[in-house]
C-alpha cells in the first residue's frame, strides 16, 4: 500500500509548526510549515501530494516559500503556482529558479514581525536558516545543521559541500548572534530519524557551544 504510506499527514512540532513528511524529490528533505498571522511560510518543499496541498490550504495557505538550499528546490514551481506564493531564496542561488518572480536577499531578510532569514554559506553558497521567535528560538536549519546518530546538532561534511570552513564560521556566526535563552530548538531539514521520536532538537544553543569547531576542520569528507 504504497500510496497510502506517501499520504501521511504532516506532524505537529509545535502548536503552530508542523513536518511535513521526508520528501524523496529532496533526497528525504523535511519541510516545515510555519503558522503565522502576516501570512504562513513554508520552509523548503514539501511532497507534492493532494494530503500535503491540501493540509496547506486548511492551515490558510502559503505568503512565503523559504528555500534553505539549492537541494531543497524541487516543487518550487508548482508550488508558487498552486499557492500565488512569494519564494525566497538567498540570491546566490536564485539563478536556479529562472522564470520565476523571487525575492532575494543577501545577508538577512524579514519575512515577517517573528521570522528572518539568515545566510550560513557553506552547506552550498546560498545555504541560509529560518529563525523563528515563537517558543524560545526556532531555528530551521536546512542541511546546514543536521542531527548525528545521537540526535546531537552537527554539521556535515560531504563530496559535494561548497565550502567547508564557511560552513563552521557561519555555525560561529550563529553561536555569536543567539544565546541559551533565544534559541532553544532546531528543526532540521533531513535527518529526522535520528531525533528517535523528538520532534525537534532541545537546548539548541548548548549544543551548538559544545561543537569543537576547529577540530571539525580536519574532518575528511562523507561520500
Known sequence: ?????????????????????????????TAYLVREE????????????????????????VRWLFITQRGAIADVGELHATFNCQVLIQEQEAYLL?????????????????????????HSPGSACLYHHSYGGVLFTGRHIL????????????????????QLQSIQALRDRFSA????????????GFLRG????????????????????QTKPLL
Open 98 to 122: 529562472p522564470g520565476l518572480e523571487v525575492t532575494r536577499f543577501q545577508h538577512q531578510f524579514q519575512l515577517s514581525p517573528t521570522s528572518e532569514a539568515l545566510w550560513t554559506c557553506g
Open 1 to 29: 500500500m504504497p500510496e497510502i504510506a506517501a499520504e501521511k499527514l504532516p506532524r505537529p512540532v509545535f502548536e503552530t509548526i508542523f513536518a511535513f513528511p521526508p520528501n524523496r524529490a529532496t533526497m528525504g528533505g
Open 181 to 192: 535563552e533565544t534559541l532553544h530548538y532546531i528543526c532540521p531539514g533531513a535527518n529526522s
Open 38 to 61: 502576516t501570512g504562513n511560510i513554508l520552509v523548503d518543499c514539501p511532497p507534492m501530494t493532494e494530503t500535503s496541498q491540501q493540509f496547506i490550504h486548511d492551515q490558510g495557505g
Open 198 to 217: 523528538k520532534r525537534a532538537i532541545d537546548h539548541a544553543y548548548e549544543r551548538l557551544l559544545q561543537l569543537d569547531l576547529e577540530g571539525q576542520l
Open 147 to 166: 542531527p548525528d546518530a545521537q540526535g546531537n546538532p552537527t554539521p556535515l561534511r560531504l563530496a559535494k559541500t561548497f565550502h567547508w570552513r564557511r
